[in-house]
């Protein structure tokens, strides 16, 4: 299940950046510059190109397989490329994924899966497009670490064969920096209990969707959470948004709950007053088990 959602999340993740184009990036000369959004206020070095350190990564090296990450490059249309060398050594076909992923400790949703057959070899690309929202700037990538989950590729409902998290350092370990994104006046936190924090930062029509929420997250736990809405309502009236978002543990993350329009306007919804539902958070780890929080929200935008 968590593979075929991994999958999922990677397709949405190609369309929108089909959809966002090919951005020029400067790449030779070192800048420096201060950007204020409404959710953040971020100064910014730009390295020059020679200023990256990278040392090649062995991610696992086992009876089974290898997993190691032999270098990284900027790419003008997908962001930051991990260069990745992975190998099967056992008799079973494996797919391996990337389940869990952050950049500076924020959640991100890498382009990754490859399927690599009994005793065969593979180099595959990890890459990493606009995942922040627009106005959101986290910095340069200094940290990227990911959990890599290596499965049976004939069987999707068997154990992984293995899981390992690694850490990817562009700038050098010592360089590594933690994203802390700065309180407006203007946020609304929903849920702020002993797992996770949420946060309303934004709310507003949306051109895809209809209607959508901006939210951020702060998973102060050791556990993977997945995180999802039910039994939400608009103006007093049931509608199902489309959401649900992965937070790794001791990470935060941006998302938005979307509504499409339709299904507003279906009910007589002109104009949003206000907002209920519920949030579940479920240890990502264990899909079967009870989940770990289930908080009432309601919130006026």
């Known amino acids: 299940m968590k593979k075929l959602l991994a999958l999922l999340l990677a397709l949405a993740m190609l369309t929108c950046l089909a959809a966002c184009g090919e951005s020029e990036k400067p790449k030779d000369d070192a800048t420096t510059t201060t950007t204020t959004t409404d959710t953040a206020t971020t100064t910014t070095t730009k390295p020059q190109e020679d200023e990256f350190v990278f040392e090649e990564v062995t991610v696992l090296d086992d009876e089974n397989c290898v997993i190691r990450i032999t270098g990284i490059e900027e790419d003008k249309l997908w962001g930051y490329t991990l260069k990745g060398y992975f190998e099967n050594k056992s008799d079973a076909d494996y797919m391996i994924s990337v389940d869990a992923a952050t950049i500076n400790g924020v959640a991100a949703e890498p382009l990754f899966a490859v399927d690599v057959a009994a005793g065969k070899k593979a180099k595959e690309d990890i890459s990493f497009g606009d995942v922040f929202p627009e106005g959101v700037d986290i910095g340069e990538y200094t940290d990227i670490a990911l959990t890599f989950s290596v499965s049976d590729a004939e069987d999707w409902e ?28 203007t946020d609304q936190v929903l849920v702020d209990n ?108």
């Open 194 to 301: 002993d797992l996770f924090t949420m946060i309303a930062i934004g709310t507003g029509e949306d051109e895809l969707w209809g209607y959508t929420t901006d939210v951020y997250f702060v998973n102060k736990s050791d556990k993977n959470l997945l995180l999802s809405v039910d039994e939400a309502s608009v103006n007093d009236f049931m509608a199902e948004p489309f959401f649900a978002t992965a937070l790794p543990a001791e990470s935060c993350a941006f998302g938005e709950i979307a509504w499409f329009g339709e299904s507003l306007e279906d009910s007589g919804i002109d104009a949003v007053e206000s907002i209920e539902f519920t949030l579940s958070a479920m240890d990502n780890d264990d899909w079967l088990g009870d989940p770990l929080a289930e908080e009432p929200v309601t919130f006026t935008p």
């Open 158 to 185: 068997a154990d992984a064969v293995a899981e390992e998290t690694a850490h990817v350092y562009p700038l050098g370990k010592d360089k590594a920096t933690v994203y802390t994104r700065e309180a407006q006046e």
